[in-house]
């Protein structure tokens, strides 16, 4: 893959996903910067733990879910790192339950989180990608965008929007040299999924899968990288559905 360096900025960087997003841009030679929660008490153990596996990340706090958090977190991270080429739209959170059950809290915490976020940060660095001519938008959605969810009404919501955010500005800066696209993995073994009780799992998410297991993080970094490379230039307003066939049942 061509290895032209650049700036890559990943939400939620020191989750099951972001993690190996992280350290396949690394692995390729781009400067690597992620933003964790404020509330996030174990971020420096894992910047340690990471330079102790030989990755220096830059790391930044930010609340994804508040416009002003992430106007000084990109303000910070321009002026301490650079502009940013590649954002990575990934910190997300789940609050299932029946649409019967769910509160005005449980639906917004999953809109502000999954898709509030997308405008927060996009907004931060599409002007400078315009200016430079370069960028990739890269919208980490879910198979449950796709094909709804029992009990994910707002999770569900909140990923199908996040695709026809990801359309709708693909068109605005198709000519511009930058491409925006969405990611909808299926069930990835991460910790959001290994939460889910493992009954469930085996009786419920793995028959649903054709290829009979989970997939991992690795392999949604690898498409990650892909997008975020000079050869998908032209790959711009899709959703690629990384899922073990998940899609199709
Ligand atoms: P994790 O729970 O491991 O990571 C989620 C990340 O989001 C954390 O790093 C967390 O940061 C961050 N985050 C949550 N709320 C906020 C906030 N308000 N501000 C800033 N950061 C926040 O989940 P995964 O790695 O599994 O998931 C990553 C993405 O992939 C999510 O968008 C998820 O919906 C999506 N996805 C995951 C699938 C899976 O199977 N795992 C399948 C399909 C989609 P912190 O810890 O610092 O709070």
Redesign the pocket.
């Known amino acids: 893959m061509e290895s032209k360096k650049r700036i890559a900025l990943v ?10 997003i992280c350290i396949k841009l690394a692995m390729l030679g781009h400067t690597v910067v ?7 008490t ?2 420096q153990q894992w910047l340690g733990d990471m330079r102790e596996r030989g990755y220096n990340f830059h790391a930044f706090p ?5 416009w002003d ?1 992430c106007v000084a977190c990109i303000a910070r991270v321009t002026a301490e790192v650079g502009p940013i080429d590649v954002l990575i ?6 609050r299932d339950m029946t649409f019967r059950k769910m509160d005005r809290i449980n639906w917004d915490a999953v809109m ?3 898709l509030d ?1 997308c405008f927060n940060m996009t907004k931060q660095v599409c002007e400078g990608m315009l200016e430079r001519g370069w960028g990739r938008i890269i919208n ?5 965008g796709q094909k709804g969810a029992f009990g994910q009404t707002n ?1 569900s919501a909140a ?1 199908a929007g996040m695709h026809g955010f990801s359309k709708a500005l693909s068109l605005e800066v198709a000519r511009k040299g930058i491409t925006v696209n969405t990611i ?10 290994m939460a889910i009780p493992r009954e469930v799992l085996d009786t419920k998410i793995i028959p649903q899968i054709p290829m009979g297991r ?2 991992k ?1 690795e392999e ?1 970094a690898g498409l990650v990288a892909y997008l975020a490379s000079e050869e998908a230039a032209f790959v711009t307003g899709a959703n690629i559905a990384i ?1 073990g066939g998940q899609h199709m049942q």
């Open positions: 939400t939620g960087g020191m989750g099951g996903l972001g993690e190996a992620t933003t964790y929660s404020p509330t996030n174990k971020s930010c609340d994804v879910t508040e958090s739209n990934n910190a997300g959170v789940t502000h989180t999954n976020s980490i959605s879910s198979v449950n999770y990923k909808s993995p299926g069930y990835i073994g991460t910790k959001m999924v989970l997939g993080p949604v899922n």
